[in-house]
């Protein structure tokens, strides 16, 4: 960057990066900023190059305190999903103008964060194996609790690997994932000799066990017929492993693979 000269004839200024409060759009923000400072009297003086971060930093802060993506987010959840300005402006239906204004500051609508983050936010979480979901130990938990209810028997049992309950929670998750688009608790789900089970269950099953299941946002309606579902089609343990063992998904998964959600729509048993 160029120097600068104090305006008050002290010589060179130094840039530093400030740590700066003010007031934008009504909210209190702290952003930092690079500012050149006079060594001397402590005079402050901007170029048109920092003025621009300038204005871009408090965007930035005004988004984060409002949960809106700020530019940063944008343009590196854009670049995560290779996708050019052009083409994510195609995705969403406005010019690319308001791309490029967006990843230098100008703050978009409310409405536009949230089409901005279907857009980009749940196509990063969608890699098919977590049902469009991120993996919540706490509503593997709910979910759980909600079969035993149903079916009336212990399922959370740690001496058995959850080998029953894998399956009920695999069935809820698939079903979840082909009526509502989106599964139920995240997990992901490998193909081992005893059916479909939680990836990774050995480390999973304790912690679980140990969350707290009110921790987290209360299954909806839709949710909770969904289990009640899978519940009322496999009222025993026996008729929920055996009708897994069916399934021609699993039985042609290679042991250890995963089975991705897309799988949903193949399911025979339910
Ligand atoms: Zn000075």
């Known amino acids: 960057m160029k120097d600068l000269n104090c305006p008050k004839g002290h010589g060179p200024m130094a840039l530093k990066e400030l740590e700066k409060q003010t007031t934008f759009k009504g909210v209190d923000i702290t952003y930092s900023a690079d500012?050149?400072?006079?060594?001397?009297?402590?005079?402050?003086?901007?170029?048109?190059?920092?003025?621009?971060?300038?204005?871009?930093?408090?965007?930035?802060?005004?988004?984060?305190?409002?949960?809106?993506?700020?530019?940063?987010?944008?343009?590196?959840?854009?670049?995560?999903?290779?996708?050019?300005?052009?083409q994510l402006a195609?995705?969403?239906?406005?010019g690319v103008a308001s791309i490029k204004r967006w990843e230098t500051g100008l703050i978009q609508s409310k409405s536009m964060d949230h089409v901005l983050r279907m857009q980009l936010q749940c196509r990063f979480d969608s890699d098919n194996y977590s049902g469009n979901r991120k993996i919540s130990l706490p509503r593997i938990k709910l979910v759980a609790k909600q079969f035993e209810k149903l079916i009336g028997k212990r399922l959370l049992k740690i001496h058995d690997q959850f080998l029953f309950l894998a399956k009920y929670l695999w069935y809820a998750d698939m079903l979840a994932f082909r009526q509502l688009g989106r599964g139920l608790t995240g997990a992901t789900y490998a193909a081992i000799p005893y059916g479909p089970q939680l990836n990774n269950y050995k480390d999973l099953v304790k912690p679980i066990k140990a969350s707290d299941e009110l921790d987290v946002e209360p299954l909806s309606a839709e949710e909770l017929r969904i289990i009640r579902q899978v519940a009322e089609k496999f009222p025993g343990e026996e008729a929920v492993y055996e009708a897994a063992h069916r399934e021609k998904v699993w039985q042609e998964a290679a042991t250890g693979s995963l089975i991705p959600y897309s799988c949903a729509y193949e399911l025979t048993e339910i």
């Open 35 to 86: 500012t050149f400072v006079c060594p001397e009297c402590g005079i402050e003086a901007g170029t048109v190059k920092t003025a621009g971060n300038v204005q871009r930093a408090i965007a930035d802060a005004y988004r984060s305190k409002m949960g809106l993506l700020t530019s940063h987010e944008i343009k590196s959840l854009r670049i995560s999903h290779d996708l050019s300005q052009q």
């Open 90 to 94: 195609d995705l969403i239906n406005v």
